[in-house]
């Protein structure tokens, strides 16, 4: 069973420019969260997202940052005119199903952000 | 606000001895859950151990053990028998029951000696 999938590993942006975050959660798991770790932090929340639905966007950024998760295909996290300050690692993390927040998240190998 | 502290962001030990990182946290919860991740140089995050909060038996997974004391809000990870490929961040979450948000502490580096 394929782990959650993150694309591309590294990416390198100038500011101004849009990033395109892929995240592919492992097999039969239909939710998607989106982390993102700034140096020396922990992780930190930003977004939880169903097929078709955000459910909780209440650590996303207002501006520039939106998240989607289609019926077919990837989850997208997409930061529009990137600045030095969104260099960070983002991580996704999937889970099969919510019950009551029992179900462990299981995170992908993170897609690290570079601006220029 | 769920906030979780991890006291010590360096530690050091043999290889082949137990150590124990801390982790407390603070929460009016009643219900909620608390992992623990380990993140080597790959970057890589692994769930290490969970615990329900419920659930009054200390959760174990081979050498990893937690010390889990709910009324200090206290969730300790032992390691036993550390191997050098033990090396990396280990970060504890928390997380409330009914959210699906994990709440992260700042981690702490641990570096397995030979």
């Known amino acids: 069973n394929a782990g959650v999938m993150q694309n591309p590993r590294h990416l390198v942006r100038r500011r101004g420019q849009e990033a395109r975050l892929r995240c592919s959660p492992m097999?039969?798991?239909?939710?998607v969260y989106w982390y993102r770790q700034l140096p020396e932090e922990g992780l930190k929340f930003m977004v939880y997202l169903q097929k078709e639905n955000i459910i909780d966007e209440s650590g996303m950024p207002k501006e520039r940052f939106s998240a989607e998760f289609p019926k077919e295909g990837p989850s997208i996290l997409r930061i529009q005119q990137v600045v030095r300050g969104d260099s960070a690692a983002y991580f996704c993390a999937s889970s099969p199903t919510y019950s009551s927040g029992t179900d462990t998240q299981y995170f992908g190998p993170g897609t690290r952000l570079t601006v220029l | 606000a769920q906030t979780v502290t991890q006291s010590q962001p360096e530690m050091s030990v043999q290889e082949a001895e137990t150590v124990t990182l801390s982790c407390t946290y603070d929460t009016s919860e009643s219900n909620y859950y608390l992992f623990w991740y380990k993140q080597p140089p790959s970057r890589q995050m692994i769930l290490v151990i969970r615990?329900?909060?419920?659930?009054?038996q200390n959760a174990t997974e081979n050498r990893f053990s937690v010390n889990f004391q709910k009324a200090a809000k206290s969730f300790s990870l032992k390691i036993s028998d550390s191997q050098l490929g033990d090396t990396a961040m280990y970060f504890c979450?928390?997380?409330?029951?009914?959210?699906?948000?994990?709440?992260f502490g700042k981690g702490t580096k641990l570096t397995v000696n030979p």
């Open positions: 615990q329900e909060a419920y659930k009054q």
């Open positions: 979450a928390f997380r409330p029951g009914g959210s699906e948000k994990l709440v």
């Open positions: 097999k039969g798991h239909s939710h």
